[in-house]
């Protein structure tokens, strides 16, 4: 990796996420809360944060392609994995009401010779009841995920897979259940998934933006996939064909079109309110029909979280208070999506929350200071390097090496995927040479002195 690399990567983690807003108004809480975690590169994306109507916060932080100096902004357009299920079920749900199929229909019905097929219904696809394996658990997905796939593959695929549990007993999130809903519609309606879906939402609602084959996608918004992104370097997440995902998580979109679907779902456009209601009600689990279900504050949650190779998304909507959240990430190094969304539930209702510390940038010849390997008991081994002017920790060569973040005077920080803040305290002799480590966790209330040793 270059410096050039290596400074942009700073500018995109700390220059972008700087807040144009003030910090005392709920907007300015939102940007800071957000910029503090693409600081410590926890977030990589946009967020679109709406009220009753009224958008509080739309902004880009950190890069949407860093080769091209191209920054994240309200206009990029993100894989959003599993949030695709919302939209599978809407299609089913109306489809449903305009008696084309029923929710109690059997998968023989579509599947003949489907093992127990007699026994699962499409309700029991809709909220993960079916005890069907998950086809993305099929081994080697990441290989396969590469090249096309068809029907007759994936029923190949998870037909021969034994049930997890008798149909409606239990729950199991399983992909393959929402694909096998996309191929139902398709069988219904006589015409492909995404046609449908382009015809019955995307259409209706203008969302111009969205779409399902992101491979062959030409834009120049187009959002690039990080498997890895890193001072280290970065790699690049694969391309996936859409078909390996259908109906259950292949689709792209951007923060505006995705609020253009929540305000569509607020207004009763797509799926009336009394679908609605069904939808958002429980089954076995904390899924409704296509969403996922939850509670912050007294107020019932829905929406769902997404993930694919180099993206993560997470949809947080509150259909009673109008409240709308969409945080779209271009990265899979352990982004902080689901602390940043309940961060920010936390400020629209006036609740307490966490907030990491601000970190600083030390130039090298200061950094070098803090370069030595550690040890509590001389078998175990932290060492603690210089890699592109940033201070990396590892522990050992099963762990990955840690960003340690300057955060004041022989201080630094780490936050991992759950938000856990992991402090470094670097503590000095007599003579001001570095002599040791104390490691805080905390949230396990746990300390440990490292000695250094070399």
Known sequence: MSYKFTSLLWCGLLCLAGSAWSQDTIPGKLDELIGRYAAYNKFNGTALIAVE????????YGWKDIDHHAPNDANTIFRVGSITKEFTAAVVLRLAAEQKLDLADKLSKHFP???QGDNISIQ????HTSGIFNYTYVPDFWTLSKRPTSEKEVLDSIMDKPLLFTPGSQFSYSNS???LLAYIIQKVTGQGYESMVRKEVFGPLGMTHSGFDFV???????ATAYWQFSPLGYTLGPDQDSTQFIGSGGLYSTAEDLYKW???LQQGRIIDNTLQEKAYTAGKGPYGDGWELDSAYGKKLVGHGGRVFGFEAKMIRIPGDDIFIILLNNTADEPCIDVVGKGILAILFHQPYTLPEAPV???EDRLKKYVGRFSPDGQRIFETTIVNGHLFGKESSEHPPMELFPIGHDRFMVVVRDGMRIEHQFRRDENGEIKEIEISIEKLGRKLTLPKIK
């Open 53 to 60: 109507g009224k958008i509080l916060l739309e902004k880009g």
């Open 113 to 115: 010779g489907f093992p």
């Open 262 to 264: 929540h305000q569509a």
């Open 361 to 363: 940038r030390l130039p």
């Open 124 to 127: 029991n696809l809709l909220n």
């Open 177 to 179: 259940n929402y694909m």
């Open 216 to 222: 062959r996608l030409n834009s120049r918004d187009k």
